[in-house]
């Protein structure tokens, strides 16, 4: 264990009664406080995560990572470990951002979908169809918000947006991407040097998925096809664009000030973490622009994927949520809305999801979960193919953030998953909260 752990366990008890003091008064933000305050073991959390990390890192599983636990909003560990590449040249900070994707299907769509629904501009169980006119003679037209959030609504899982606007030469169609930039051909797509149709999102991405073949069987079937959708209804029912309703609502108040899209326009390179370097679409290292293709076209603005933040912004988000809705002396949400979308919505046909959070496996299975064992069935959050997940339990007060870019340079390592370096992580931290109770 190295010095910096020991001087961070004597100065904690120093610190942490100063903390809890100032955390009366704001018992709803975050602050930070020694392993002990929260009954956790020092000694065994940290010697056990550094085994873990110690042998993803020795392993390639991933270049680097950042690590935050919160309980009952005590931040009792936040490290970073490793490098932001394999050439071990800069060091993972705390203040580094990762890429989050999927994570922000839960933590940009559907977040502003929750406010939209409790603000009585959104029903959960109105269809496809009456929210987006050009689908209402579709296949899709009476599949209802609800199922599509869920992925319980025959929705197909994904559309490789990028390679069907090539044709089988590998050369381009008319109307979608070019090599040159022109007035037809204005936006650059992040990370490349290939320049998108002006109008390719409302021709080729919405009409794509309007064409879109159904399952045959309605069942749970992980989708990302609405998320696509989803940022254009948020601007119509707020009159806000999709961004600006994110920041005013949530991101801004709450201080997040690494959360959001795009981060370049605010950040430079070395406080950003790579994540691949494509070969087959982009061409080029992606080094803070969107891993996701699907979300590259939407130009880094999207519903299924694009956010960014360091592990402690994020945290805001969801301790707001653990928080019932509030942080900070302000409710952004209503309790009730929180459960709403984070309750099973479809256990009884087998399908574990809320509405667009992710929750625990109905029957547990040590290979195919991210999560602990002992997460409660009322737990939340999310995986992101880059390697990150988020993970909240109300019932425990408990808040787990892992950021890592697994897949640099290549997302064929699937090194994390096989060594199941996230889901021992969060075992570990039950355990020690469980030996406590003992």
Known sequence: MSINKFLFFALSSVISCVQLQAQQAKKDTLAYASPTICKIDSAQLY????????????SGAFPGCQILLAKEGQIFYYESFGYHTYDSIQKVRNSDLYDLAS????????????????DGKFDLDQTLG??????????????????????????????PYYSESQRKSGKYRRKTISTDSSAKYPNRIPGSDLFLYKDFKEDRIYKMIKKSDLYENEAYVYSGLAFYL????????????????????????????????????????NQIVPSEVDTFFRMSKLHGVVHDEGAAVMLGISGNAGLFSNAYDLAKVYQMLLNGGAYDGVQYLRSETIAEFTRCQYCEFENRRGLGFDKPLIEYDSIKTSVAKLASSNSYGHSGYTGTLVWADPDNQLLFI??????????????????????????LVYDLIEDKKE
């Open 103 to 118: 994570i922000t299907k839960i933590t940009a769509s559907t977040l502003a979908l929750m406010k939209l629904y409790e």
């Open 47 to 58: 010697a056990g995560i550094d085994s873990i990390i110690t042998e993803a890192l020795d």
């Open 230 to 269: 989803f940022p254009d209804l948020i601007e119509r029912l707020s009159g806000s664009s999709y961004e600006e309703f994110l920041n005013e609502n949530f991101y801004t108040p709450l201080g997040a000030e690494s959360l959001g899209f795009d981060p370049l326009r605010k950040f430079s390179l």
């Open 130 to 159: 009456y929210y987006f006119p050009y689908l209402a003679k579709s296949n899709k037209s009476d599949l209802t918000i609800r199922k599509v959030l869920a992925h319980q609504s025959r929705l197909k899982n994904w559309i």
């Open 402 to 427: 892992f950021l890592a870019n697994r897949v640099y340079p290549t997302r064929t390592n699937r090194k994390i998953y096989q060594l199941n370096i996230r889901p021992r992580i969060h075992d």
